[in-house]
């Protein structure tokens, strides 16, 4: 089999979550009134969602490049995972999903593989086993929901069995059609809906990464830390939905600042945080580490105060993931709150500056559609400024749809973070 992709480009990176400051690192607490619990079917595998892969046979490939386990559940069927040389059966993955969910159906894509010049490759009978316990891999409590099969080149959905609920899930492949050395499978796919919201974790703390130590400081829903890497100055702030954050990193080496956007989440153990991180709108990389004791964290302090206004300042604009609309809606949900009033207390902090709200998309649905959706979103938070005493001729709204993506749009997590609120100021 030919030499695939393995690496991706590695550099300075981010960041992290927040929850209430008096939980002991690792606790739990309800994620409120505000909570958004889904009546739609979601995919419980995806990242976006809170699902962590937390155990896996030999892949191909690891990190998040072509043929790595991560693949499998990344919400695209353009790329997906293939099995170690000489391994085309047995393989196992478990996800560690974000509460207990109920499940609906299974989706296995055998889409946009390696058939043609490795004929038998794709994935043909799988086996999937659910607990509802946070178990080790491969303990006694598993049980079995049934085996399920899929063609080449197809997408095929089975109806799992009703009353299916599971807090983690492990795919075991059983065979393929026929190729004796690799095993691929481009996506799975596991709707259903959370029992609840998901609870918040405590990200309070120092972390060993694959980027150095790391250090988060958490204040309600908001996220703030800095890490030890070659520049001379580095940040991270964002905000946080049950437990995954979506997040800008910033780091300054000399004159030269880079910056990006980055999506993680941590395990319900708290031991453990893992994310991906973007830059100029791709994939870079994972973002990896295991909590440590205080004193082996970075030397840098978070800087946990005013980051919509310092970012204002420092760069001329800002990324506010915290302005949050529900599907189709031009109206900032009630978790909005502190996102909005820092973003108004910057403005009357710098009543001479002019500001551009502008509303940007995925690329799910048709330009126009987005372009309009955009529109009124940028517009929706201009008259909540305007409606505090913002004055109108200080703000502009722009909707720029699908534009201008920060992140990819073929996964879950990039077209999340594609769905953003930035503001910017006007020379």
């Given at each position: 089999m030919r030499i695939r992709g393995l690496g991706m480009a590695?550099?300075?990176?981010?960041?992290?979550?927040?929850?209430?400051?008096?939980?002991?690192?690792?606790?739990?607490?309800?994620?409120?009134?505000?909570?958004?619990?889904?009546?739609?079917?979601?995919?419980?595998?995806?990242?976006?969602?809170?699902?962590?892969?937390?155990?896996?046979?030999?892949?191909?490939?690891?990190?998040?490049?072509?043929?790595?386990?991560?693949?499998?559940?990344?919400?695209?069927?353009?790329?997906?995972?293939?099995?170690?040389?000489?391994?085309?059966?047995?393989?196992?993955?478990?996800?560690?999903?974000?509460?207990?969910?109920?499940?609906?159906?299974?989706?296995?894509?055998?889409?946009?593989?390696?058939?043609?010049?490795?004929?038998?490759?794709?994935?043909?009978?799988?086996?999937?086993?659910?607990?509802?316990?946070?178990?080790?891999?491969?303990?006694?409590?598993?049980?079995?929901?049934?085996?399920?099969?899929?063609?080449?080149?197809?997408?095929?959905?089975?109806?799992?069995?009703?009353?299916?609920?599971?807090?983690?899930?492990?795919?075991?492949?059983?065979?393929?059609?026929?190729?004796?050395?690799?095993?691929?499978?481009?996506?799975?796919?596991?709707?259903?809906?959370?029992?609840?919201?998901?609870?918040?974790?405590?990200?309070?703390?120092?972390?060993?990464?694959?980027?150095?130590?790391?250090?988060f400081v958490s204040e309600g829903d908001r996220v703030f830390g800095c890490y030890d890497w070659a520049a001379s100055e580095s940040l991270i702030w964002g905000t946080l939905t049950g437990r995954v954050a979506r997040v800008t990193w910033w780091e300054r080496r000399d004159t030269e600042i880079r910056e990006g956007p980055a999506t993680f989440a941590m395990s319900s153990s708290g031991d453990r945080i893992w994310g991906v991180w973007y830059e100029h709108g791709s994939l870079q990389g994972k973002w990896d580490g295991q909590r440590v004791p205080k004193e082996k964290g970075p030397k840098c302090q978070p800087a946990t105060k005013q980051p919509v206004a310092e970012s204002l300042k420092r760069q001329g604009r800002v990324v506010l993931y915290g302005i949050h609309f529900d599907t189709d809606s031009d109206v900032p949900r009630a978790d909005s709150q502190p996102t909005l009033q820092e973003l108004l207390g910057a403005l009357q902090a710098q009543p001479d500056v002019r500001v551009a709200i502008e509303g940007h998309t995925d690329a799910t649905a048709k330009d126009a559609y987005n372009l309009d959706l955009s529109s009124r979103r940028a517009r929706a938070v201009v008259e909540w400024l305007v409606k505090r005493g913002i004055a109108q001729p200080r703000l502009e709204a722009k909707g720029y749809g699908r534009a201008r993506p920060v992140a990819d749009n073929t996964t879950t997590q990039g077209r999340a973070l594609n769905r953003r609120v930035e503001a910017s100021i006007i020379k």
């Open positions: 590695v550099v300075a990176l981010a960041a992290m979550m927040f929850c209430a400051v008096a939980l002991a690192p690792g606790q739990a607490r309800a994620g409120g009134e505000d909570a958004p619990v889904a009546t739609q079917p979601l995919d419980a595998l995806d990242f976006d969602n809170g699902a962590l892969l937390v155990d896996e046979s030999a892949s191909y490939a690891t990190g998040t490049a072509r043929w790595s386990a991560w693949r499998l559940s990344d919400g695209s069927e353009s790329e997906g995972w293939c099995s170690a040389k000489g391994n085309p059966t047995g393989s196992t993955f478990v996800w560690e999903l974000d509460t207990i969910w109920h499940l609906d159906t299974l989706a296995l894509s055998t889409k946009n593989l390696e058939e043609k010049g490795y004929p038998g490759i794709s994935a043909k009978t799988v086996e999937l086993f659910v607990s509802e316990g946070a178990v080790a891999a491969g303990s006694a409590s598993w049980t079995s929901v049934g085996r399920f099969g899929v063609g080449t080149e197809e997408r095929r959905e089975h109806q799992l069995p009703k009353g299916t609920r599971a807090a983690r899930v492990k795919l075991v492949i059983v065979e393929n059609h026929g190729n004796a050395e690799y095993t691929e499978l481009a996506e799975v796919d596991l709707n259903g809906r959370r029992a609840g919201p998901p609870p918040v974790i405590n990200m309070n703390g120092a972390y060993d990464t694959n980027y150095g130590p790391i250090r």
